[in-house]
Nanobody, 128 residues
Framework: QLQLVESGGTSVQAGGSLRLSCAASGDSINSDCMGWFRQAPGKEREGVASMDATGTTTYVDSVKGRFTVSRDNGKSILYLQMDSLKSEDTAMYFC??????????????????????WGQGIQVNVSS
């Protein structure tokens, strides 16, 4: 059974950078659409970035040009490089896998409904 564990979250000042990691175990994520999501207190969960098995990436408008999603298939790790962080990036961040066989991310990936496996989340705090 696939398990996803996020790491790399912490507190940082606005303008700073962080790299989140999502380590997979128990199964491979190499053929999966993968996603990063976040949820701030009192707000709905939102899709931040996705990456399909071919390497195609998609970002929510608010992070375009600042965040970069990547994956190391050899290590089964998904990354989220976050630069030029803003206070509004403060949230709990989750990684998720769509499951074997779902190579491409659907146009509705940001809803999260396509993803069956989720990590426990990691907190990112950005102070202004």
């Amino acid at each position: 059974q696939l398990q996803l564990v996020e790491s790399g979250g912490t507190s940082v000042q606005a303008g700073g950078s962080l790299r989140l990691s999502c380590a997979a175990s128990g199964d491979s994520i190499n053929s999966d659409c993968m996603g990063w999501f976040r949820q701030a207190p009192g707000k709905e969960r939102e899709g931040v970035a996705s990456m399909d098995a071919t390497g195609t990436t998609t970002y929510v408008d608010s992070v375009k040009g600042r965040f970069t999603v990547s994956r190391d298939n050899g290590k089964s790790i998904l990354y989220l490089q976050m630069d030029s962080l803003k206070s509004e990036d403060t949230a709990m961040y989750f990684c998720a896998a769509a499951g074997i066989g779902k190579i491409y991310c659907d146009g509705t990936w940001a809803t999260g409904s396509d993803f069956g496996d989720w990590g426990q989340g990691i907190q990112v705090n950005v102070s202004s």
